[in-house]
């Protein structure tokens, strides 16, 4: 059955291989083919966008945003400065796919940048890597990029034609909100990681007030294939609204956690079983199929559920980065869920109220119940309190913050419960229905 | 364009957002961060609205409003997401409202009662907030904080100078200072304003009346001369705070810390309380009757005609014109309310505080020139005007004598001796005439050939780039405020008008007094009478006045050290037979000089009008009674009048005086005269020898603001003197050393030294802000500098 996979065949290509990194083995893939022919037979701009639209390619940062789409928003030959921005800020909660694009085929991402940058019309890319990157992730994204440079595929005329094109590598400073695409922008100009409103969107008014497209790493770095194989090899695979390969980084209670590179549309089981199958042969509980910030599906579900944009969502929760975390039947979910809330309190910028004081609020709450000392009010409240966050932030973390948060609630409400000792649950019941509502007393 | 709030049809303008279309069309949504003069942050949450078709609750602060949309402020989505809002604002906000200085104008208390629910259902602890000091006129309370912002976005977009940031994230996020400094901006008492809740307050005022207490007065600001319109809140007849009143014209929503804060002075020990009069050689207080008494005794023992008056710009209309009309009578011409300048050379001086544009003009300047001005910090309205062109691209150039911090960037600073201030403008004009050769408008304009001796060909390329910046149209020259005390302000002037006949650019000749152009208008000149008519008989200027050595002097509200010849004065006043004061304010030194002192009613105390320099009058009403025993200065004035007999009726009150004032002097001939015939160039002989430079601290430059103790507390250290680095050397000054020792004359000072490559070459910087800065000599007059 395993033989039924293709794996690792896009932006893991070069693994199998000896110095996956090193620009020999990369060109000895076909690298830089896609880009010497676009720069030196001068494509038509137009034509790359159309090639990446067929292809069906979506956003691989976690929203699945059509990437030719995003790009046909940008006028490519007007006179306007223009920027690529690639969003290498990896900072999901369990997702390290973007890592090991980084570490292991770091070419393949600049080419993607290359040709991105080419078809919007760019000259300058910058690429954000996140704080924590700054290490051996860095150092190898840093030699490729040199590489790169000295062998003319970057800068001024590239392989000696007029096209100039710079890339840019910015390292973070480790907030995780830097990697929502405009604090992301304030970030690299220089100011403090805040989310921007939209409209504006940055398509129109981006970085430096200038047209911006940003895109994921692992977006950029699928391009160079699917320009090189064509789109329909590259739709060959997946679904039908879900083309393509993905990565997904499987953690939690497994044999075998890692990244592994699918074609979108395969059995979770599937996955499942790449990753080692569960650790100890215990049972599947539950599952957060894309990253910390989306909905926990409970395992038996996730069990018959294919990996892809569609089947994920009906299953109640988001293909968002990958980031596939199982937890076995022995998880305490109000752990789970407590380590969530946290994570988020400390990660909201600040800078509208209802994230930077809800996340605050339900931490405190969950931690209260974890504790002990919650009572049914606090379940109430908790439930409550995702909804009023939900949907009204100027950017997508109050969402993060309150999805699990909610979903938990809603699937594993009896654990949160359990929490609440001492008191019968009837007794609970009737107490609230005592002192319902404030009366104000008149005189 | 046309879209529906609450079912009512609106129109608006393409990228209009639609929280400016429900303003216009009355329909309330709340809101914290969105101030209309600020750039939209949409980060309270707090206006999300309802579109009809859309799941989302939309912020009405930052969406454009699209065609043919509805949108409804009342529905159930809307208010839910109001309410959601209200209650997490409230979760970390105390609820101390009974102690809190914002309680009864504060929006998050108005919001909560319409948007709120009426119980918390946080019971977790709250956040408490490190407040750290940030200067004596801003009481912080960040516990209260909502972060909306505003005041972080004041600093950056209107006052220029960046001060609050927001410091930490999520729930962490502190509004404070860098590095815990104290803020400067001599705007930012408008924070307190915008700060929607209690976080930030006045410091003056703090815990010293509730809000529902107050009376509300409209005033015109005492200080710098563009008449800043305010609302002066009174409780129990003294004033609490001074809060902006919106003018659209001149000061928008905003007003200086001068003019918030130096209501405060009302209360300085130096205030006099009741007349005070020299009997047998000892000041006495003494009954209004009795001082009168006195001062008719006393006069009719003189030849009262030998008198001097002079009278500060400061006062209003009224007063000055009843001052000059009184004195006129009894047949003195010696009036005037200049007393701050060094020199006059010329009789017939017809060039006054004016302005050629309107104030909401300046915005669209083009390019904008300062001649030596301190603008930030003199005029703070106007270089918010002058910001706002610089926003709009305008080049702003500067010639000055100390490079003065701005909160715009200058295209061309130019720092020069201030003895080549003229020099300067000579060669900017030897350029123009080169340029404008051709120029047909120009064939009859002559250029005086004193000017044309003192060309000498020409060699700096910032002059050349200046000159051509001043060739755009709707260019503006500003002639500083404190230039006044240098010794060629006169010719500086002309010179001014002359390049703005050459290159048809405006003029702008700033003073620091309120109402510097009334004094004109009003007669309190030596050579017109009120309305600006020529006067049959010229009296002497308050330069000649002092040296004359006459009989008697009358000083109405000003303090000694407002003169330039502030030693001179003293002398004469000694050897003179009568002194008359008519003064708020007096210090225990100053009283041994005068024979009789009244108790002057400040300007807060009494009604009055006050005339800015783009000709508007402003009338005010009285904001509190007289404190002590003072009067309105124009009861005191009519008073004297009566006492010399003037033919008065004596019922006459404060309106017959204003229509008086009125009818005799707004039918003055325009003003507007560009003179530069006579002029005579002269050269400064002492070329080589150190000279003191320096302007007045814009907290000390009248005898109200001196007097405030909050604003003084502004900038603590106060007596240094700052003085280039090559100027030291060449003088063999131990840089090592912090202190040094100055000397005017006989006058030495021993003063905190500060290395300050500000400061132009030869010259001592000293900015006037005590009384021992004035003991020790006149500006721009030769200094010697020692070491210790």
């Given at each position: 059955m395993k033989n039924n996979i293709r794996i690792n065949e896009l932006c893991y290509s070069t693994l199998s291989k000896d110095n996956p990194n090193s620009f020999e083995t990369y060109v000895s893939l076909g690298g830089y083919s896609t880009w010497k022919n676009i720069v030196l037979s001068a494509y038509d701009k137009k034509e790359i966008i159309e090639t990446v639209m067929k292809s069906g390619l979506r956003g691989r940062g976690g929203a699945g945003f059509p990437t030719g789409r995003k790009w046909s928003f940008i006028n490519q030959d007007s006179e306007e400065i223009k920027y690529l921005v690639c969003?290498?800020?990896?900072?999901?909660?369990?997702?390290?796919k973007d890592r090991d694009i980084l570490r292991y085929n770091p070419h393949a991402l600049i080419e993607g940048m290359l040709i991105a940058s080419y078809a919007i019309g760019a000259d300058t890319a910058y690429c954000y890597l996140r704080g924590e990157f700054i290490d051996d992730v860095y150092s190898s994204f840093k030699v490729a990029l040199d590489e790169a440079y000295k062998n003319k595929f970057i800068g001024k005329n590239v392989l000696n034609t007029s096209i100039n094109i710079e890339i840019h590598d910015l390292i973070g400073a480790g907030a995780y909100i830097v990697g929502e695409e405009t604090a992301m922008l304030e970030s690299i100009e220089g100011k403090k990681g805040f989310p921007r409103f939209k409209p504006p969107f940055p398509a129109v008014k981006g970085l430096f007030g200038s047209p911006t497209i940003i895109n994921n790493v692992e977006t950029l770095a699928s391009i160079p294939k699917i320009m090189e194989n064509g789109p329909e090899w590259f739709n060959s695979v997946g679904t039908k609204d879900s083309p393509g390969f993905k990565c997904f980084s499987v953690s939690g209670h497994v044999n075998k956690p890692g990244n592994f590179e699918i074609p979108l549309g395969t059995p979770f089981k599937k996955l499942l079983e790449l990753a080692g199958g569960m650790k100890n042969g215990k049972k599947i509980k539950a599952v957060i199929p894309g990253g910390s910030s989306v909905p926990v599906v409970p395992g038996e579900v996730m069990l018959e559920t294919n990996m892809d944009y569609e089947s994920i969502s009906q299953a109640g929760s988001m293909l968002g980065s990958g980031a596939v975390i199982v937890m076995d039947e022995d998880t305490n979910m109000v752990e789970v869920i407590h380590r969530i809330a946290r994570f988020y309190y400390s990660e909201s910028c600040g800078q509208c109220t209802p994230c930077r004081e809800g996340t605050g609020w339900m931490f405190k709450i969950i931690d209260k119940i974890l504790c002990g000392n919650g009572n049914l009010d606090d379940i109430k409240t908790l439930e409550s309190i995702p909804k009023m966050i939900s949907g009204s932030t100027i950017c997508a973390l109050g969402d993060a913050a309150a999805m699990p948060v909610e979903s938990f609630m809603k699937n594993y409400k009896e654990e949160f419960l359990k929490y609440i000792k001492d008191k019968k649950e009837e007794d609970l019941y009737q107490e609230k229905n005592n002192n319902k509502e404030f009366v104000l007393h008149k005189k | 364009m046309k879209i529906k709030i609450n079912n009512k049809e609106c129109s608006f303008n393409k990228g209009e957002t639609l929280i400016q279309i429900a303003d216009r069309n009355g329909i309330h949504i709340p809101r914290f961060c969105y101030h209309d003069k600020l750039s939209i942050a949409a980060n309270c949450r707090m206006c999300l609205i309802e579109q009809v078709g859309v799941g989302k609750p939309q912020p009405a602060c930052s969406t454009p409003a699209l065609e043919n949309q509805e949108y409804f402020t009342k529905s159930k989505l809307a208010v839910d997401s109001q309410k959601n809002t209200m209650e997490f604002l409230l979760i970390n906000h105390p609820l101390d409202c009974p102690v809190?200085?914002?309680?009864?104008?504060c929006e998050l208390q108005d919001q909560a009662l319409m948007h709120g629910r009426v119980k918390s259902r946080y019971e977790q602890e709250k956040r408490v907030v490190i407040d750290y000091k940030i200067g004596p006129l801003i009481k912080t309370n960040m516990t209260r904080c909502i972060h909306c912002t505003r005041c972080v976005r004041f600093g950056e977009e209107i006052a220029g100078i960046k001060e609050f940031g927001a410091i930490g994230r999520g729930e962490g996020m502190e509004i404070r200072t860098y590095l815990t400094s104290a803020i400067n901006s001599p705007m930012s008492g408008n924070m307190i304003d915008i700060c929607p809740v209690g976080a930030l307050n006045a410091a003056p005022s703090h815990m010293k009346g509730r809000t529902w207490e107050l009376e509300e007065v409209k005033h015109i600001s005492p200080h710098d001369c563009v008449g800043s319109n305010m609302n002066i809140h009174v409780l129990d007849n003294s004033i609490f705070r001074v809060v902006p009143h919106e003018n659209k014209k001149i000061n928008e929503v905003w007003i200086s810390d001068r003019d918030r804060f130096s209501y405060e002075a009302l209360g300085h020990s130096d205030r006099i309380k009741k007349p005070i009069a020299k009997i047998n050689g000892r000041h006495v207080e003494v009954e209004w009757e009795q001082a009168f008494d006195i001062i008719k005794d006393s006069i009719s023992k003189i030849k009262f005609n030998k008198s001097a008056g002079f009278i500060s710009a400061n006062s209003t209309i009224e007063e000055q014109y009843l001052f000059q009309k009184w004195l006129r009578e009894n047949n003195i011409n010696n009036i005037d309310h200049r007393v701050s300048q060094n020199k006059f050379s010329y009789k017939k001086d017809d060039i006054f505080p004016e302005i050629d544009i309107p104030i909401e003009e300046i915005e669209n300047s083009n390019s904008v020139l300062l001649i030596d001005s301190n603008l930030t910090y003199d005029q703070p309205i106007l270089a918010h005007k002058v910001r706002k062109s610089f926003l709009k691209n305008a080049k702003i150039n500067s010639i000055h004598t100390y490079s003065y911090k701005y909160n715009f960037d200058t295209n061309i600073s130019l720092l020069i001796k201030p003895r080549s201030l003229y020099e300067t403008l000579i060669d900017i004009i030897e350029y123009l005439t080169v340029i404008t050769v051709n120029d047909k408008t120009l064939n009859k304009f002559i250029l005086p050939d004193d000017i044309k001796k003192n060309f000498k060909g020409l060699t700096n390329k910032k002059i050349i780039e200046i000159s051509n910046d001043l060739l755009t149209t709707n260019s503006l020259i500003l002639l500083g405020s404190?230039?006044?005390?240098?010794?060629?302000y006169e010719d500086l002037k002309i010179l001014t008008n002359i390049i703005s006949v050459l290159t048809k650019s405006n003029r702008g000749f700033l003073s620091n007094r309120s109402n510097e152009a009334g004094a004109w208008l009003s007669g309190c000149v030596p050579n017109k009478i009120e309305g600006m008519k020529n006067s049959r008989n010229i009296g002497f200027n308050v330069f000649d006045s002092i040296n004359e050595h006459l009989e008697c002097y009358i000083i109405y509200n000003l303090d000694f050290i407002d003169f330039y010849h502030y030693s001179e004065l003293k002398k004469s006043l000694s050897n003179a037979k009568f002194v008359l004061g008519i003064s708020s304010f007096i210090t225990e030194e100053d009283k041994n000089l005068y024979d009789v002192i009244l108790p002057l009613a400040t300007t807060f105390e009494s009604p009055g009008t006050y005339v800015n320099i783009e000709g508007t009058w402003q009338s005010f009403a009285q904001s509190c009674k007289p404190h002590h025993m003072s009067k309105e200065g124009w009861k005191i004035l009519t008073k004297l009048r009566l006492i010399h007999g003037a033919n008065i009726d004596n019922s006459l009150d404060y309106l017959d005086i204003l229509n008086e004032a009125d009818q005799a002097i707004r039918n003055y001939k325009s003003f507007v005269g560009k003179e530069y015939k006579d002029i005579k160039m002269k050269k400064d002989s002492n070329e080589n020898t150190l000279i003191r430079s320096g302007s007045c601290n814009s907290y000390y430059v009248d005898n109200i603001v001196r007097r405030s103790s909050s604003l003084n507390k502004v900038n603590s250290n106060k007596n240094f003197v700052s003085v280039n680095k090559k100027t030291l050397e060449q003088n063999n000054i131990d840089l090592s050393k912090n202190k040094v020792i100055v000397k005017q004359g006989d006058n030495t000072l021993l003063a905190e030294l500060v290395i300050d490559d500000n400061v132009s070459d030869d010259c001592i910087y000293i900015a006037n802000s005590n009384k021992e800065h004035y003991d020790l000599g006149k500006q721009h007059q030769p200094i010697i500098i020692e070491n210790v």
């Amino acid at each position: 059955m395993k033989n039924n996979i293709r794996i690792n065949e896009l932006c893991y290509s070069t693994l199998s291989k000896d110095n996956p990194n090193s620009f020999e083995t990369y060109v000895s893939l076909g690298g830089y083919s896609t880009w010497k022919n676009i720069v030196l037979s001068a494509y038509d701009k137009k034509e790359i966008i159309e090639t990446v639209m067929k292809s069906g390619l979506r956003g691989r940062g976690g929203a699945g945003f059509p990437t030719g789409r995003k790009w046909s928003f940008i006028n490519q030959d007007s006179e306007e400065i223009k920027y690529l921005v690639c969003n290498a800020d990896e900072s999901e909660p369990g997702t390290c796919k973007d890592r090991d694009i980084l570490r292991y085929n770091p070419h393949a991402l600049i080419e993607g940048m290359l040709i991105a940058s080419y078809a919007i019309g760019a000259d300058t890319a910058y690429c954000y890597l996140r704080g924590e990157f700054i290490d051996d992730v860095y150092s190898s994204f840093k030699v490729a990029l040199d590489e790169a440079y000295k062998n003319k595929f970057i800068g001024k005329n590239v392989l000696n034609t007029s096209i100039n094109i710079e890339i840019h590598d910015l390292i973070g400073a480790g907030a995780y909100i830097v990697g929502e695409e405009t604090a992301m922008l304030e970030s690299i100009e220089g100011k403090k990681g805040f989310p921007r409103f939209k409209p504006p969107f940055p398509a129109v008014k981006g970085l430096f007030g200038s047209p911006t497209i940003i895109n994921n790493v692992e977006t950029l770095a699928s391009i160079p294939k699917i320009m090189e194989n064509g789109p329909e090899w590259f739709n060959s695979v997946g679904t039908k609204d879900s083309p393509g390969f993905k990565c997904f980084s499987v953690s939690g209670h497994v044999n075998k956690p890692g990244n592994f590179e699918i074609p979108l549309g395969t059995p979770f089981k599937k996955l499942l079983e790449l990753a080692g199958g569960m650790k100890n042969g215990k049972k599947i509980k539950a599952v957060i199929p894309g990253g910390s910030s989306v909905p926990v599906v409970p395992g038996e579900v996730m069990l018959e559920t294919n990996m892809d944009y569609e089947s994920i969502s009906q299953a109640g929760s988001m293909l968002g980065s990958g980031a596939v975390i199982v937890m076995d039947e022995d998880t305490n979910m109000v752990e789970v869920i407590h380590r969530i809330a946290r994570f988020y309190y400390s990660e909201s910028c600040g800078q509208c109220t209802p994230c930077r004081e809800g996340t605050g609020w339900m931490f405190k709450i969950i931690d209260k119940i974890l504790c002990g000392n919650g009572n049914l009010d606090d379940i109430k409240t908790l439930e409550s309190i995702p909804k009023m966050i939900s949907g009204s932030t100027i950017c997508a973390l109050g969402d993060a913050a309150a999805m699990p948060v909610e979903s938990f609630m809603k699937n594993y409400k009896e654990e949160f419960l359990k929490y609440i000792k001492d008191k019968k649950e009837e007794d609970l019941y009737q107490e609230k229905n005592n002192n319902k509502e404030f009366v104000l007393h008149k005189k | 364009m046309k879209i529906k709030i609450n079912n009512k049809e609106c129109s608006f303008n393409k990228g209009e957002t639609l929280i400016q279309i429900a303003d216009r069309n009355g329909i309330h949504i709340p809101r914290f961060c969105y101030h209309d003069k600020l750039s939209i942050a949409a980060n309270c949450r707090m206006c999300l609205i309802e579109q009809v078709g859309v799941g989302k609750p939309q912020p009405a602060c930052s969406t454009p409003a699209l065609e043919n949309q509805e949108y409804f402020t009342k529905s159930k989505l809307a208010v839910d997401s109001q309410k959601n809002t209200m209650e997490f604002l409230l979760i970390n906000h105390p609820l101390d409202c009974p102690v809190c200085d914002q309680g009864g104008m504060c929006e998050l208390q108005d919001q909560a009662l319409m948007h709120g629910r009426v119980k918390s259902r946080y019971e977790q602890e709250k956040r408490v907030v490190i407040d750290y000091k940030i200067g004596p006129l801003i009481k912080t309370n960040m516990t209260r904080c909502i972060h909306c912002t505003r005041c972080v976005r004041f600093g950056e977009e209107i006052a220029g100078i960046k001060e609050f940031g927001a410091i930490g994230r999520g729930e962490g996020m502190e509004i404070r200072t860098y590095l815990t400094s104290a803020i400067n901006s001599p705007m930012s008492g408008n924070m307190i304003d915008i700060c929607p809740v209690g976080a930030l307050n006045a410091a003056p005022s703090h815990m010293k009346g509730r809000t529902w207490e107050l009376e509300e007065v409209k005033h015109i600001s005492p200080h710098d001369c563009v008449g800043s319109n305010m609302n002066i809140h009174v409780l129990d007849n003294s004033i609490f705070r001074v809060v902006p009143h919106e003018n659209k014209k001149i000061n928008e929503v905003w007003i200086s810390d001068r003019d918030r804060f130096s209501y405060e002075a009302l209360g300085h020990s130096d205030r006099i309380k009741k007349p005070i009069a020299k009997i047998n050689g000892r000041h006495v207080e003494v009954e209004w009757e009795q001082a009168f008494d006195i001062i008719k005794d006393s006069i009719s023992k003189i030849k009262f005609n030998k008198s001097a008056g002079f009278i500060s710009a400061n006062s209003t209309i009224e007063e000055q014109y009843l001052f000059q009309k009184w004195l006129r009578e009894n047949n003195i011409n010696n009036i005037d309310h200049r007393v701050s300048q060094n020199k006059f050379s010329y009789k017939k001086d017809d060039i006054f505080p004016e302005i050629d544009i309107p104030i909401e003009e300046i915005e669209n300047s083009n390019s904008v020139l300062l001649i030596d001005s301190n603008l930030t910090y003199d005029q703070p309205i106007l270089a918010h005007k002058v910001r706002k062109s610089f926003l709009k691209n305008a080049k702003i150039n500067s010639i000055h004598t100390y490079s003065y911090k701005y909160n715009f960037d200058t295209n061309i600073s130019l720092l020069i001796k201030p003895r080549s201030l003229y020099e300067t403008l000579i060669d900017i004009i030897e350029y123009l005439t080169v340029i404008t050769v051709n120029d047909k408008t120009l064939n009859k304009f002559i250029l005086p050939d004193d000017i044309k001796k003192n060309f000498k060909g020409l060699t700096n390329k910032k002059i050349i780039e200046i000159s051509n910046d001043l060739l755009t149209t709707n260019s503006l020259i500003l002639l500083g405020s404190n230039l006044n005390s240098h010794p060629d302000y006169e010719d500086l002037k002309i010179l001014t008008n002359i390049i703005s006949v050459l290159t048809k650019s405006n003029r702008g000749f700033l003073s620091n007094r309120s109402n510097e152009a009334g004094a004109w208008l009003s007669g309190c000149v030596p050579n017109k009478i009120e309305g600006m008519k020529n006067s049959r008989n010229i009296g002497f200027n308050v330069f000649d006045s002092i040296n004359e050595h006459l009989e008697c002097y009358i000083i109405y509200n000003l303090d000694f050290i407002d003169f330039y010849h502030y030693s001179e004065l003293k002398k004469s006043l000694s050897n003179a037979k009568f002194v008359l004061g008519i003064s708020s304010f007096i210090t225990e030194e100053d009283k041994n000089l005068y024979d009789v002192i009244l108790p002057l009613a400040t300007t807060f105390e009494s009604p009055g009008t006050y005339v800015n320099i783009e000709g508007t009058w402003q009338s005010f009403a009285q904001s509190c009674k007289p404190h002590h025993m003072s009067k309105e200065g124009w009861k005191i004035l009519t008073k004297l009048r009566l006492i010399h007999g003037a033919n008065i009726d004596n019922s006459l009150d404060y309106l017959d005086i204003l229509n008086e004032a009125d009818q005799a002097i707004r039918n003055y001939k325009s003003f507007v005269g560009k003179e530069y015939k006579d002029i005579k160039m002269k050269k400064d002989s002492n070329e080589n020898t150190l000279i003191r430079s320096g302007s007045c601290n814009s907290y000390y430059v009248d005898n109200i603001v001196r007097r405030s103790s909050s604003l003084n507390k502004v900038n603590s250290n106060k007596n240094f003197v700052s003085v280039n680095k090559k100027t030291l050397e060449q003088n063999n000054i131990d840089l090592s050393k912090n202190k040094v020792i100055v000397k005017q004359g006989d006058n030495t000072l021993l003063a905190e030294l500060v290395i300050d490559d500000n400061v132009s070459d030869d010259c001592i910087y000293i900015a006037n802000s005590n009384k021992e800065h004035y003991d020790l000599g006149k500006q721009h007059q030769p200094i010697i500098i020692e070491n210790v």
